[in-house]
């Protein structure tokens, strides 16, 4: 078994707090169905829609993502499948596809520190 992350993108904020507890309800539905079955090996977290991107050489540090962005990222699981293809099988019932947004299905590679520290 490979573990895989899923990338949540394009997630938006419901109306009001029913449609919100009802979005909720699907999103825990979906995830326990996978945690029933033995592929969840970690929930994740959603993500706010603020932060600090720091890049280049010269680590400027901007501010973002942007919550108007269609491709932030707005949280993550750890899914555990035996290939990329059932990884994504998986993802085709998560509830954000009905908001029109996307799963991002990443193999995580296993990273050995060796010996030292």
């Given at each position: ?5 899923y990338?949540?993108?394009?997630y938006?904020?419901?109306?009001s707090?029913?449609?919100m ?18 592929h969840?090996?970690?929930l ?5 829609p ?5 890049k280049?050489?010269?680590?400027q ?6 919550a ?14 035996k ?17 029109g ?11 050995e ?5």
């Amino acid at each position: 078994m490979t573990e895989f992350v899923y990338f949540y993108r394009g997630y938006e904020q419901p109306a009001s707090p029913d449609e919100m507890q009802k979005k909720t309800a699907k999103w825990m539905t979906w995830l326990k169905d996978l945690s029933d079955k033995g592929h969840v090996k970690s929930l994740g977290e959603p993500l706010q829609p603020f932060g600090k991107v720091v890049k280049g050489a010269k680590k400027q540090v901007i501010d973002g993502p942007y919550a108007e962005a269609k491709d932030v990222v707005g949280g993550y699981s750890i899914i555990v499948a035996k290939d990329i293809e059932q990884a994504v099988a998986f993802s085709l019932g998560c509830p954000i596809f009905e908001d029109g947004g996307s799963v991002e299905v990443r193999p995580i590679a296993p990273l050995e520190l060796g010996d030292g520290n």
